[in-house]
Nanobody, 115 residues
Framework: QVQLVESGGGLVQPGGSLRLSCAAPGSIFSFNAMGWYRQAPGKQRELVAVIPSGGSTNYADSVKGRFTISRDNAKNTVYLYMSSLKPEDTAVYYC?????????WGQGTQVTVSS
């Protein structure tokens, strides 16, 4: 079974930066699209950013220009670099990875933006 392991969450002040990582250690599979979602209390889970294997990217309007998604296909790892963080970015962030017929999720990592 493929397991996605997330890291990098934590507490940061407004205007600060964090880098999230998500990897499938030892996986024999490669993935098509990989992405990040987030969910704040009382809100639906929303797509933050997605990157297919070809390298193009899409971002939610709320994070465009502040967040950058990238991936290392050899390591089956996806990153989310978050800059100019706002309190509204506070949420649990979930990694997602897809291959034909399969869909995998990370355990979630808490990002809290507060002074």
């Amino acid at each position: 079974q493929v397991q996605l392991v997330e890291s990098g969450g934590g507490l940061v002040q407004p205007g600060g930066s964090l880098r999230l990582s998500c990897a499938a250690p030892g996986s024999i599979f490669s993935f098509n699209a990989m992405g990040w979602y987030r969910q704040a209390p009382g809100k639906q889970r929303e797509l933050v950013a997605v990157i297919p294997s070809g390298g193009s990217t899409n971002y939610a309007d709320s994070v465009k220009g502040r967040f950058t998604i990238s991936r290392d296909n050899a390591k089956n790892t996806v990153y989310l670099y978050m800059s100019s963080l706002k309190p509204e970015d506070t949420a649990v962030y979930y990694c997602n990875a897809e291959r034909p017929g399969y869909d995998y999720w990370g355990q979630g990592t808490q990002v809290t933006v507060s002074s």
